[in-house]
């Protein structure tokens, strides 16, 4: 076995698969009942800036108007080598989803108490998805037992390392 060379695969990051940004807020604020994958319908400058991870979520949520998706709320920053040819910050994007999903996601959000939240903005294969939720807010107390559960865990977690 002295002969045998193990072979390890190196993991090659492919440039065009990256995370972007996340809405840490939604998964503290919200239940997240389901999540569905989008594109985005963007301009190139929009396309650069995001690239350069210059977009917030945060505040942003998404609406279904005319049987479409929009995503509203979300601030792209400005691209500075744009110049003119450069976009609103803050305007309302075109979600891409096909029929059959925003249906069903139109209906479970029509219900009472529930919201479309963006999670997530990432590159797949060189495109910019965004990951939709369907959420459910919390209550106050709520959001105090999820925290009290997490620390508790964490606890439980290091204290059985520390033992072993």
Same mark, same amino acid.
Not at 88 to 107: D, G, N, Q, S, Y
Not at 109 to 122: I, M, N, R, S
Not at 130 to 135: N, P, T
């Given at each position: 076995m002295a002969g045998k060379k193990s072979k390890k695969k190196k993991q090659v990051d492919d440039p065009n698969s990256k995370h972007v940004c996340t809405n840490r807020k939604a998964r503290h604020e919200y239940d997240i009942v389901d999540e569905l994958e989008c594109g985005i319908s963007l301009v190139g400058s929009e396309v650069k800036s995001i690239r350069n991870a210059k977009i917030s979520i945060e505040e942003a949520y998404a609406r279904v108007r005319g049987g479409e998706l929009w995503l509203v709320g979300a601030n792209i920053n400005e691209y500075?080598?744009?110049? %003119?040819?450069?976009?609103?910050?803050?305007?309302?994007?075109? %979600?891409?989803?096909?029929?059959?999903? %925003?249906?069903?996601?139109?209906?479970?959000?029509?219900?009472?108490?529930?919201?479309?939240?963006? %999670?997530?903005?990432?590159?797949?294969?060189?495109?910019?998805?965004?990951?939709?939720?369907?959420?459910k807010g919390r209550n106050l107390y709520d959001k105090r037992q999820k925290l009290k559960g997490t620390t508790d865990r964490k606890e439980i977690r290091q204290a059985m390392l520390k033992h072993q």
């Open positions: 500075p080598q744009a110049n %003119l040819m450069n976009h609103e910050p803050k305007r309302t994007r075109k %979600l891409l989803v096909h029929k059959r999903e %925003l249906h069903k996601f139109a209906e479970s959000a029509e219900q009472q108490g529930f919201t479309l939240v963006p %999670l997530d903005v990432y590159f797949s294969k060189g495109r910019i998805k965004v990951r939709i939720g369907l959420a």
